[in-house]
């Protein structure tokens, strides 16, 4: 899985449409009940996904790869945004949830390091110390104010650890495929889940035409455009390194939202959401030390043991 230094070219855009998701996806369950919003995003985003698709005519897929990004569409569309849409109509506010999704950078650092025998330095130790004292400064003022926010919260971390873990399942199995395709595929895989909790949660829309207003802005923006330029990032860079546009996301989403929404920021938040992006820096310059087991090329250059040089008898 390959672990380079991310573009701009490629992460800036991803930072804003991915930050612009929140106070939209917030704007959205305001009028109309989550899993509904969900299910009719993933459904429509899949079909113009599939149009896209066919237009591009990409290298068709075998069944593992497509079983492969199956899963990890699973786990990066399903588990997140189930989980954040359910917070977000919980009352947790967008830019809080934006900055417990921005520890993702630590959190696919310590799932490398327990599920692929990848070493921290003591700068990736750091940061992953700076990430819990984030979450610690941002959640537990609202947490005390409001008892009731913190099944929410709950909620937000489970789609943290959703988006990290299927980071990094897709940078190891799905390396070599288009990402519209992934993207595709993660979708129309996601889109009988969400159907599942739509049909047994209760259903309602306050406004209407606001609604596919927004729907619509976040299918184009959200769904299509920032899921497919994430994948990009994933593609092009590894987890690891492509996780690092969550440290810029929580202040333009918490910029977007305090524009497009008026909320507002705590001092304590503020902090909060400083030491999460400093966290992510961190984590970004740091070196991670290689305990991965040789590779198969390695063993190949390596000597083996009958074939050290030995002093010739004479």
Sequence with gaps: MPNRPLSPRLAAPTVLLYAAGYPIGAATVAVMSPFLVIALRFTLSAALLWVIVAIRRPARPTRRQMGHAMVAGLMTQGVQFIGL????????????????????????????????????????????????????????????????????????????????????????????????????????????????????????????????ILLATMIVFSSVGATTLYSACIKSAGARSASIVFAVIPAAASVMAWIALGESLSPLTIGGLALGAAACVVQARSAPADATPPSEDTAVTAPPEHAVEKPCLR
């Excluded at 947790?92 to 330095?121: C, D, H, K, W, Y």
């Excluded at 750091?126 to 959640?139: D, E, F, N, R, T």
Aim: charged content about 10%; glycine content about 10%; overall charge neutral.
């Design 85 to 212: 849409y359910w917070a977000l109509d919980h009352g947790v506010p967008s830019g809080l949830a934006a900055l417990v999704i921005a520890l993702n950078p630590v959190v696919t650092a310590g799932l490398m390091i327990v599920f692929l025998g990848q070493r921290e330095s003591r700068r990736g130790a750091l940061a992953l110390g700076l990430a819990a004292a984030a979450v610690v400064l941002a959640c537990a003022p609202k947490i005390v104010a409001d008892h009731g926010i913190g099944l929410g919260i709950v909620a937000v971390i489970v789609a943290m650890v959703g988006l990290s873990a299927g980071g990094i399942y897709q940078g190891r199995f799905c390396a070599d495929m288009d990402v519209w395709m992934v993207s595709a595929l993660g979708l129309t895989a996601s889109t009988p889940v969400a159907a599942v909790f739509a049909v047994t949660s209760p259903e309602h829309t306050t406004d209407l035409p606001r609604a596919l």
